[in-house]
T-cell receptor, first 117, second 114 residues
């Protein structure tokens, strides 16, 4: 069975500090997909990134970066120079490869990030 | 373009009643998924519909059901409501043209059962 663990329940940092959100996953599949979503107070989940299991390249998008390591089954997310607008709950999620059209995501429990001005 | 629209946004019901939630996907998206979010269980997959057919179902009792219409709009129904059904119900849609599609979520319907 799939499982996603986000051990950090809540994190608070002062604005402009860097912060890393941890994500550890479990799956028996050799092909799978990993996601990060952000949930602001308004409630909708906002897509941040998707990674497949064959692509271990780190990715950077502006102040956001992701470190995918299959050896440790981790897919960590770093925000550089955090801003108050980054305050939200962040979810890591895992999807098995069941062919086209698999929309079932297994989510972690989320990390509530608070950026203190 | 318009996002995923869920109605109603908030509703209060009492135990034993039933509720129907509606989801209008992004235009052109044919897949609609539903998730339940609670403080205790987190985000859990309910079911997914594509071309009016349920393709995948999560581990929920039969009181939870859904359907999809020919215009891709979807509804989910919960019958005989229990206190534990209080949750944020999130709908998501996707283009469904690849493996592990990116889901676009709506703002959710927050259900309170008294």
């Amino acid at each position: 069975a799939q499982k996603v663990t986000q051990a950090q329940t809540e994190i608070s940092v002062v604005e402009k500090e860097d912060v890393t959100l941890d994500c550890v996953y479990e799956t028996r599949d050799t092909t799978y997909y990993l996601f990060w979503y952000k949930q602001p107070p308004s409630g909708e989940l906002v897509f941040l990134i998707r990674r497949n299991s064959f692509d271990e390249q780190n990715e950077i998008s502006g102040r956001y970066s992701w470190n995918f390591q299959k050896s440790t089954s981790s897919f960590n997310f770093t925000i550089t120079a955090s801003q108050v607008v980054d305050s939200a709950v962040y979810f890591c999620a895992l999807s098995e490869d069941r062919g086209f059209g698999n929309e079932k995501l297994t989510f972690g429990t989320g990390t509530r990030l608070t950026i203190i001005p | 373009k318009a996002g995923v629209t869920q109605t109603p946004r908030y509703l209060i019901k009492t135990r034993g009643q039933q509720v129907t939630l509606s989801c209008s996907p992004i235009s052109g998206h044919r897949s609609v998924s539903w998730y339940q979010q609670t403080p205790g269980q987190g985000l859990q997959f309910l079911f997914e519909y594509f071309s009016e057919t349920q393709r995948n179902k999560g581990n929920f009792p039969g009181r939870f059901s859904g359907r999809q219409f020919s215009n891709s709009r979807s509804e989910m129904n919960v019958s005989t409501l229990e206190l534990g059904d209080s949750a944020l119900y999130l709908c998501a849609s996707s283009l469904n043209r690849a493996r592990a599609n990116v889901l676009t979520f709506g703002a959710g319907s927050r259900l309170t059962v008294l």
